[in-house]
RNA sequence: CGGAGUGUAGCGCAGUCUGGUAGCGCACUACGUUCGGGACGUAGGGGUCGCAGGUUCAAAUCCUGCCACUCCGACCA
């Protein structure tokens, strides 16, 4: 993509109303623009990083045996009388009338409407258990949106939800969720610990948060620092393996973490005062396991091997891509702007012709420009004609990983500079090994 | 929903107290000089001063009502 010809809005100021970091360097680098409270645009260059965040998510949702499919988002009340949530839910949720004067509602969470889907097609044992999910926006009419896409009310959720004939299924599902969870976070550069949680509004008795921690994050959380040397567990793990599952999941839930509302001091005080982790984090997923809460009321159920109905347990896995973004930048930033991790960077490489119109500047970039666009690398091509200064200011705030500075100077010596975004460190090399190191 | 604020050009702000031709910086357009860490000069363009009503010879400025947004708190993916 050549810069001259893309839309991209960098303010060079911040706006007043933004307070949090990636809520400023949000609206800087171009990524969102506010809509209106809680409403947000996605941008071009923010809607990259979208959809390579959610490219990410879908890999590991389908890697654990999930299976996407995609709900509307406008709901029938109806479907929630069913369940009873309709009343409920309360004024966090946006109720609509249709032009027959129809109760409508903006869905919050798709739990009826998954249930209803489950009900008129499955009717065996046999076909469980099934994992569908979706990615898709969300309503929920805060009180008071605020950190920009952190808390908005219109956001993006991958939702996922669980099928299974018993508690010992489900037991499964939740668990490959919870490992699918790690992976993913850890794929996007974070580290998220998982703390036991309240069930909240959608109810049940099993329950985990991923945290991830960030100096400004919402809540107070409190863990164990072993967690910060854990290995996620790798792409090859086998997701049938209902005791590997359960060992790893078992891992992953022993040592103390909890955040302020399940915090329990005098047990977090047992550890080792060097052992004692208490930060501030923020919630980017959240699993749950709520049985037959929705599928007795609801009727959604399955013949045994007996031939007798069983009402399926249910669990229900939530993550915000919208939200996600925000924390990754809240993790990863210094005062130059963003600095992406390589797995979900708009753009992998930006290069920065020094001296557009200067010939030789100019031939050397379009080479490497095609080259690197020949090997299919995202690459973003400053050829505007603004002063150095001002594309190394740029660079820095859209955070690409790599910088490839390309100028008169360098180029006497028949080199350009590579930088990285991650720590500013620079290498001089030709062309031809740039574009090697660049594919690698 | 309680408390505190803010609305003036795309962005950041001054002007409001004390009513009298709507300003500054950045951005934008043209030309010139510049060009390895957010250049400079000259000349331009752009505003229903959040909305409605009122007071007045005259309202961005005073009064009344409304709307939007932000921050703190309670609540939440």
Not at 13 to 33: D, F, N, Q, W, Y
Not at 177 to 188: D, E, N, Q
Not at 272 to 289: K, L, N, Q, T
Not at 366 to 390: F, K, Q, S, W
Request: with cysteine; hydrophobic share 40%; aromatic share 10%.
């Amino acid at each position: 993509m050549r810069l001259s010809r893309y839309f991209l809005p960098i303010l060079r100021e911040t706006p007043k109303e933004a307070e949090i970091v990636s809520h400023r360097l949000m609206l800087r680098a171009g990524l969102i623009r506010q809509q209106a409270a809680g409403s947000y645009s996605w941008l071009p260059l923010g809607l990259r990083v979208l959809d390579k965040v959610n490219a990410i998510i879908r890999e590991e949702q389908n890697r654990s045996g999930a299976i996407e499919l995609l709900m509307p988002t406008i709901q029938s009340a109806e479907l929630w009388r069913e369940s009873g949530r309709y009343d409920a839910y309360g004024k966090e949720m946006l109720r609509i009338k249709d032009r027959h004067e129809r109760d409508m509602l903006y869905g919050p969470t798709n739990e009826e409407m998954i249930t209803d889907i489950f009900r008129a097609y499955v009717k065996s044992y046999k076909d469980v258990p099934l994992n569908l999910y979706h990615i898709q926006w969300k309503f929920r009419d805060e009180v008071r949106p605020r950190f920009g896409v952190m808390r908005s009310r219109e956001f993006l959720m991958k939702d996922a939800y669980s099928f299974d004939i018993d508690q010992a299924g489900a037991r499964h599902s939740y668990n490959k969720m919870f490992v699918a969870y790690l992976r993913t976070f850890h794929r996007l550069g974070l580290t998220a610990i998982p703390m036991r949680a309240e069930s909240g509004p959608i109810g049940g008795d099993m329950s985990h948060e991923f945290i991830i921690l960030a100096s400004t994050g919402e809540s107070e959380v409190f863990c164990d620092k072993a967690f910060l040397d854990y290995q996620v567990p790798t792409a090859d793990t086998n997701f049938d393996d209902v005791a590997g599952l359960e060992s790893i999941v078992k891992k992953w839930t022993t040592p103390y973490a909890a955040t302020s509302e399940m915090h329990d001091a005098a047990a977090f005080d047992t550890l080792p005062a060097d052992d004692r982790v208490s930060a501030r984090g923020i919630e980017v997923g959240h699993i749950f396991y709520f049985g037959t809460k929705y599928s007795q009321p609801m009727n959604a159920v399955v013949k045994g091997p007996d031939g007798q109905d069983v009402p399926v347990h249910m669990g229900s896995y939530g993550i915000g891509p919208s939200r996600l973004i925000a924390a990754v930048i809240e993790a990863s930033h210094d005062d130059g702007g963003i600095i992406w991790p390589e797995a979900i960077a708009p753009f992998k490489v930006g290069i920065l012709n020094l001296k557009v119109g200067d010939q030789a500047t100019d031939a050397a970039c379009e080479t490497l420009y095609h080259a690197l666009e020949a090997r299919g690398i995202d690459v973003l091509y400053d050829d505007t004609d603004d002063r150095p200064g001002a594309k190394f200011a740029t660079a820095d705030l859209i955070g690409l990983p790599w910088q490839a500075v390309v100028g008169p100077k360098g180029l006497a010596e028949g080199k350009i500079e590579l930088k990285r975004r991650t720590d500013g460190s620079r290498q001089l090399v030709s062309l031809e090994d740039a574009v090697a190191i660049l594919s690698a």
